[in-house]
């Protein structure tokens, strides 16, 4: 198959290069508004209890639960005439919109509800509380056209906006934001990288040039998928990343064996032949690792992981294709002037430096010398390294998972400094700190109500409970019912608390109102109870889609290396890789130990979804390096029956290159490090960690002492699969004779 792909690009350059542009173009023209159509939820199913819980409120209730705040500031109180009439401003506007229902503010809230939407630092501030319809795609959209409208700084008074749809919004628009900063700093540091790998500058262009395409297409098929499904805002940070680290990493490989080739003779179609099937087979392989690990995110009942799968899958095979079809293309049109504009001649001119006597035989190499000591010392070399690894693995023994919040964004945004201020001066009317109870259906007295939150007010940690009995405080009824919390569809309750939601406490809190009888049928809903069904969603899947990813891997390797040894050393070796990077997460995100380096605020827990992208992405991105660093080990062990010297080889003729790879790969991932938004910030410093510290320590170090041990047990499978693996024939199927009998002048400009 690759013999006849890598024919028909040399055959037909122009009409392949010219398709590409092409397609460069409309996809570009097609997924320019990519972002403006995904979404910034799917965090929990739809199917779980505390979404049930919200389509019940906002259907039967008039949306009592508010996904909208807009905070009114004073210095001189929210009582004076100022402030007053810009609250009844406010008021009077969002209930002019048919998309807004449920307005409540502190003007208009009957006393003693009306204190709860006050600030209790003096009454400084109060609440203006709404409920946007629709799904999260229009509700943040409305968001961002109230805030535009309706916050600001006059006549002395100041409106910010919160809640979850504001939330929603801004994280939107600073996703956006940061995937600019991000492809802004990637692609000119990933140039200077490339050109400092090959020399010249039009063999350093290609690669990129491949990762640009990557990125057309990652777009235009984020922007497809919009309209099918649901996509998530963090995918569009995430694939397009990894199609522009994915693309440059698979042109390098088959740049680097390309000019390999032709510095062993070969003419450039035969080169480019013989590139393609033996790099485009690593290629190929590590393409389809990495898109089985994507594949596996499809498992859970969440669009935001989900639609990593989608997308990922798609983009993985995108920058694969572009490598294997466009680049070849490239290539035979070059021809040797790929070397062209080669830097280092005017540098060594400028410096008076002699040119370089000549390639460096790989069994002269320091890689080769390095690999060679690490294997005559395999014993302790393995021994320290492991060691090492679960130490830095060991914080990820201490892990605790919660549900984002504003928290996520900096303190400069204006959603954030809103849901501080909730915290701090509004704790009975933060809509993020209570647990709404849902008795669908009700159709028992009130005393049975009044019963129930009764026994939920004197829970530890809940200052108040608002029922269609009464207000309730330490077990006794202190005021009037609020408005509209029980018609002829059932009644709902709301428990405030004092515990964020979020944390442990706050799921202890959860189970202790769940414990409490209630008078019917009851539906939790709320923070808590929202956190609580995201990690069983989860959980529940999470041995699903780990069975799925090491079966896949395992089969894939055996495929490819023809040995069942190989692939379960693989698997061990990225397992202690990701534990170290998961660790090194827990201290740096959970603990917050780099917090004021990186600009974001530790809440004590990570993002439950993050760990479990971060896994899939990692563990497919390890084993593009182990394919590629077998493809050459396995050459040489075909060629000679030497275990070791196979790995000394294949590590000295892929050293150079995986490790040129691995930080490009760290460039490309690293800068979401700059994004706001504190889980991407989290995904790109672990996918960055994982990548150099496999790339070094696991593929030049731990791999190759691993390899020496087991000897030639390494190549080892049952007789069995051995005929199944001949038989499938995966192997690389290279006649050199037919090569070089290629007319030299095919695809020659």
Known sequence: MLYRIARTATRYPRVILITALALVIGCGLFGATAATHLKSGGFVSDDAESSQVNRIIADNFGGASPNYVLLVSTESGVDS???RAAGMRLVDALRARPDVTAVQSYWTTPLPFSTALRSNDG???????AFIEGDDTEVQKIAGELTEQLTGAADGVTVRQGGMAAIYHDVNEQTTLDLALAESIAVPLSMIVLILVFGSLVAAALPLAVGLFAIAATLAILRLFTLVTDVSIYALNMTTALGLALAIDYSLFIVSRYREELGNGLDPTAATIRAVQTAGRTVLFSALTVALSLAALSVFNLYFLRSFAYAGVAVVAAAAAAAIVILPAALVLLGYRVNSLDLRVPLRRMFRRPPPAGPVPPAESGWYQLVTRVMRHAVPVTVVIIA????????????????????????????????DELRAHFPQADPGASTTIVLDGYTGDTAGVGTYATRLSELPNVPAVLSSAGTFVNGARVGAAPPGMANDTGTYLTVVSYVDPFSPEGERQLRAIEAVPAPGPALYGGAAAVNADSLAALSDRLPLAATLIVLATLVVLFLFTGSVVLPIKALALNTLSLAAAFGAMVWVFQEGHLSNLLGFTAVGYMVPTMPILMFCLAFGLSMDYEVFLLSRIREEWLRTHDNNRAVAIGVARTGRIFTAAAVLMAIVLGALIT???SFMQLMGLGLTLTVLVDATIIRALLAPALMRLLGTANWWAPKTLVRLHDRIGLAEDVDQDAIAREPEHVGRP
């Open 81 to 83: 005439p100022a402030a």
């Open 675 to 677: 994004s706001k938004v």
């Open 388 to 419: 090492l690894l679960l130490v830095l693995g060991a914080p990820f023994l201490s892990v605790r998972f919660g549900y984002p919040d504003d928290r996520v964004l900096p303190t400069s945004s204006t959603s954030r400094q809103v849901g």
């Open 123 to 129: 009454g400084s501030s109060a609440l203006i509380a």
